[in-house]
């Protein structure tokens, strides 16, 4: 009989300010993917984001990730439902390797651990943050391990992404931050981290935008991100909290009162 499985796995924006490479959360929109076993070769379909542009056949990432724990994947019907935004900060590559991981482990009965499939997907992201989030859900800070942590924060706290147009490739913003930063800029930023957190478990949302200052990736990579100013101004410390951006651009990430999310959207 044919053995069917729906994977469904958010977008995330990771960094959240001073949290470079070590902050995220994930958003209300989703990829699926939806696997059939039936005799026969590979079968790949795209839609959605990335249709006619993704690979559909086993270079697909989602394939790269199934192979993870499944080897041979003869015999596999995938169809990737697409609703992530492709190169604009919003971790779909992330969705696509965990959605492959969390699919190899049911259908190959592995048993694999919620730390070892985070670690799978870190070694194939080369970064943990997206993928811990995807993983997780809600805001997690990543440690070394890697180890996803959750925090819990104020049900008020909401987050609208502003997505544009254009497109940025995570290797382009890498290659836009500096070999080297300054102490100050780096003592600076693990202040700014840790008041963060702390800001966001103690659910004091008046307090979280002077906590979103951020000096090791931002000031480098804001002339890719468009509007960002523009946003960052209509910050009032009640209904918008602040904007940052969201993983390595172009799309920002508003802060907001969950209470006040059809204003800020509007």
Do not use: K
Request: charged share 20%; net charge negative; glycine share 10%.
């Amino acid at each position: 009989m044919a053995e069917s499985l729906v994977v469904s796995a958010p977008a995330t924006s990771a960094n959240m300010g001073p949290g470079f490479d070590v902050m995220a959360v994930a958003l209300d929109l989703s990829n699926a993917v939806v696997i059939t076993r039936r005799p026969g070769p590979l079968v790949v379909r795209v839609t959605g984001e990335g249709a006619g542009d993704l690979p559909e056949d086993g270079s697909n990432l989602v394939c790269t990730a199934l192979a993870q724990g499944l080897g041979d994947l003869d015999g596999l019907d995938i169809e990737c439902r697409n609703r992530i935004p492709l190169g604009r900060g919003l971790g779909s590559s992330a969705a696509t390797v965990c959605a492959g991981l969390v699919a190899a482990n049911a259908l190959g009965g592995l048993r694999w651990a919620p730390s070892d499939i985070l670690a799978r997907a870190a070694a194939l992201e080369g970064h943990a943050d997206n993928a811990a989030a995807c993983l997780e859900g809600g805001v997690v800070v990543v440690c070394e391990g890697p180890e996803a942590l959750r925090l819990a924060v104020n049900e008020n706290l909401a987050f609208v992404a502003v997505i544009p147009e254009s497109t940025v490739s995570t290797d382009a913003a890498r290659r836009a931050l500096p070999d080297a930063v300054p102490m100050a800029d780096a003592t600076f930023n693990i202040g700014a981290a840790a008041a963060l957190v702390h800001t966001l478990t103690q659910g004091r949302l008046d307090e979280i935008g002077p906590r979103l200052a951020d000096r090791l990736h931002e000031p480098y990579r804001e002339s890719q991100v468009p509007g960002l100013a523009d946003l960052r101004a209509m910050a009032d410390g009640d209904r918008v909290l602040g904007a940052t951006i969201s993983g390595s651009g172009p799309s920002s990430l508003v802060w907001c009162a969950a209470d006040a999310l059809g204003e800020v959207e509007a």
